[in-house]
């Protein structure tokens, strides 16, 4: 996929070529012309949240087959990709649109709340309205929206992979299991990329993304635990 220049509303999906379930490249340009396709995004393979997504195309799948398109799904980068050439973060980078997902899908308390329940937790019930205002409280605070979309658009990120060999301090890491955008399994990846330096690595079950802030008590027995190891 060529990151040239953002994708612009109203226009043909950029050609690109990606790997398969099986591995096999499919090439859009291959598809184009022989019948419409349904392109949907989705974060990280094998999470909850995606699975549903995954799974309600599945059910549809032959109302699509009937109206003659076919269905393919996408999925953000893992490690050691270019996030920034993905075609979700293009599309935060369409000048007016990125400010219309800001403000219907960030700046307001539903769409806080919705994204903690349903992305960020393991468990909705552990979203208080404090939680809930204090992110509102911040995507309103003047000029907020550019950090935000920056993130999104990968202008604020990099590939920890590429730098996790230079750790040298006795690390320990704590990993949600429901984690919605990087499973366990990345994380695992990542501590194995240094064994020498990152001698702990602990998966919290039935948590999401933030387990500092879904069992902060459990969190903070965790990190004195791993301080008193890791300091003897």
Known sequence: MSNSSPVQVGECAPAFTLPNQSGTPLHLADLLGQK?????????????????????????????????????????????????????????????????????????????????????FARPERVYPEMVKAY?????????????????????????????????????IIWGRQSQFTSPDIGRRLAE????????????EDVGLTPQLELPAVTIGLIRKFLSLLGG
């Open 136 to 172: 509102l409280e911040g995507a309103q605070q003047p000029n907020a929206e550019y950090s935000a979309l920056s993130f999104v658009r990968g202008d604020l990120c990099f590939d920890l992979s590429g730098y996790i060999s230079q750790l040298t301090t006795p690390t320990a």
């Open 36 to 120: 419409p396709i349904v392109l949907y995004f989705y974060p990280k393979d094998d999470t909850p949240g995606c699975t549903a997504e995954s799974c309600a195309f599945r059910d549809s799948y032959e109302i699509f087959q009937e109206a003659g398109a076919e269905v393919i799904g996408i999925g953000l980068s893992d490690f050691g990709e270019n996030y920034q050439r993905s075609f979700f973060a293009q599309l935060v980078s369409t000048p007016i649109l990125d400010l219309l997902i800001y403000s219907t899908g960030v700046a307001n308390e539903l769409a806080i709340r919705s994204f903690l329940e349903q992305r960020q």
């Open 193 to 204: 990329m240094n064994p020498s330096a990152i001698e702990f690595f602990q998966v919290l």
